[in-house]
């Protein structure tokens, strides 16, 4: 890659994460001042724009509980909203085209139906990328938003199928025997070891489903979904998604470049597509209508419709076919990359403060709740319990063996449904919930909680929980690990009473365990 691509694409990252923002924005606008300035890509932006879409959809198929796709909660509101927004934004764009607003002022119907068809598509990438910066992937709103975003990607491959001059090979059965070879694609994990052979075994795994689908005459990324998602319940699955996250991070700012890159706008088409952005509120808005009324409570559907608040890069795609059939004019692609990047933008603003606006208006959006409970969203208490350990990873499993040993009364809690299910199973006392939503601190007891220990893997997610626990009234001490120096500091102002840097006391703590040798 050429080296002013990295400085620009550094600079303005780095401007905007010193603003609190994503630094996805900056990589947006990295891209848009690059064209603007007559720099023009090579094949090279391209090859990484693709490498980081196909690792992004391996890693959330290596996530993937497909048994979830089935649920009520996501196929419904999926198949429910797609129907919705397509059906007003026809009408809006008629409306538009009625008065002889420029670019809508001579669209059918069927013009205006395929540009809903576009917009009532979410970003994967982004969606992603911005829970998987808020530590939430295992959270209920994130799987809730996967779920449908697969849905939607599942919707995607039958489009293009259908639009595309050829149609899948019958060789594509042949993939429905790829359950088979799963086994032995665990035991080649397993022995590929911790190291550098890991992440490089995901990459050729990665393609590799790509190419098989490419080669069937299937989308290549769709390969590297499915082929993560038979690979999801191998025991080296979420060890290899770690392996792999700084490499497909890398390469996505490759994927937010090229936006940029598509075309250069008008004031004409600002406008048009700035019309389009005014409309993710609502988009938004139906989804928590959708989803409160398939009984998610308040919060997981917030959380859930801010997450898919933006357009997709499909949207892309669909234009691309309209142009190529007459039925839009070829400035509907520059209109339709514009609006994507303002929804990405906006989304990326939206989320960062997600949490702080579901507190500000918790009230108003608990009108809208289902009285009926689905069995995810209801509160468990850690009955008896005198320490909390949140987080169940391994250093909260060790930290819960250690009291426990003690014999003190403690109770993990973890967000991940499936791991809560095997620590309970091996006699743990563990509990399912969101430790960083405010409902469920004001559900349950604290007064006999005297300590609890953020075990969380993300700093910020532990300054969420303390700000929580702070409004519920809490009292007692609370105690927390971190990796840098400057978190261990951060959440020492917060009001967490011990910090553990365990990169720093790893030493320390070798020491006191082997001491005993010595006596």
């Not at 809903?116 to 992937?137: H, N």
């Not at 449908?148 to 293009?160: G, R, S």
């Not at 075994?201 to 390969?223: N, R, T, Y």
């Not at 499936?418 to 199973?425: C, D, G, P």
């Amino acid at each position: 890659m050429d080296y002013i691509w990295i400085a620009v694409a550094f600079t303005c990252g780095f401007l905007v994460k010193q603003l609190h923002l994503p630094p996805l924005i900056g990589y947006l606008a990295a891209g848009f001042g690059l064209h603007a300035l007559g720099v023009k890509p090579d094949h090279s932006l391209e090859v990484l724009s693709e490498l980081g879409i196909t690792l992004l959809l391996f890693t959330i198929g290596l996530k993937l509980n497909i048994k979830t796709l089935f649920k009520t909660e996501i196929w419904g509101s999926a198949v429910s909203h797609m129907s919705s927004i397509v059906l007003l934004t026809t009408i809006n764009c008629l409306v538009l085209a009625y008065f002889g607003v420029q670019y809508f002022d001579g669209l059918d119907w069927p013009a205006a139906a395929m540009i809903g068809f576009a917009v009532g598509f979410s970003s994967t990438v982004c969606a992603v990328k911005l829970l998987e910066d808020k530590g939430e992937m295992h959270a209920r709103h994130a799987q809730v938003a996967i779920g449908i975003l697969i849905i939607q990607d599942l919707a995607a491959v039958i489009f293009v199928t259908l639009s595309a001059d050829k149609s899948p090979s019958w060789w594509a059965l042949v993939l429905l025997a790829l359950p088979l070879v799963t086994p032995l694609l665990g035991k080649l994990l397993q022995r590929s070891g911790h190291g550098e052979l890991l992440p490089l075994a995901g990459f050729f795994l990665a393609l590799s489903g790509g190419a098989l689908f490419e080669l069937v005459g299937l989308k290549a990324h769709l390969g590297a979904l499915v082929l993560g998602a038979l690979l999801s319940n191998q025991d080296k699955a979420a060890e290899l998604a770690k392996s792999l996250l700084g490499f497909k991070d890398l390469f996505l700012i490759g994927f937010f470049l090229s936006i940029g890159f598509t075309a250069l706008p008008t004031v004409d088409m600002l406008a048009a597509a700035l019309i389009m952005a005014v409309a993710l509120p609502f988009k938004g808005a139906i989804f928590f209508l959708l989803l409160t009324r398939l009984k998610l409570r308040s919060r997981s559907a917030f959380l859930t419709a801010l997450s898919l608040s933006n357009y997709s890069e499909f949207g892309l795609i669909v234009c691309s076919f309209c142009v190529a059939q007459g039925l839009l004019p070829k400035e509907w692609l520059v209109i339709m990359a514009l609006a994507m990047s303002f929804s990405f933008i906006f989304s990326s603003v939206i989320n960062a403060y997600s949490h702080d606006l579901y507190t500000r208006w918790n009230k108003l959006l608990k009108r809208f709740e289902n009285p009926e409970r689905l069995p995810e969203d209801r509160f468990s208490q850690p009955d008896g319990a005198s320490v909390l350990v949140i987080g169940m990873g391994r250093v909260g499993k060790g930290a819960y063996d250690t009291l426990q040993e003690m014999h003190r009364d403690v109770c993990g809690i973890d967000v991940d449904g499936e791991r809560v299910i095997s620590q309970s199973s091996k006699g743990r006392n563990v509990i399912a919930a969101d430790a960083e939503d405010p409902d469920f601190w004001s559900h349950i007891e604290l007064d006999q909680v005297q300590l609890i220990m953020l075990a969380m893997p993300n700093y910020l997610d532990m300054l969420e929980v303390v700000k929580q626990l702070q409004h519920a009234g809490y009292q007692g001490k609370m105690a927390g690990i971190a990796r840098y120096e400057d978190e261990k500091t951060e959440l020492l102002a917060s009001g967490i009473d011990v910090v553990f840097n365990y990169y720093a006391n790893a030493g320390s703590g070798l020491a006191e365990h082997s001491i005993h040798l010595l006596e």
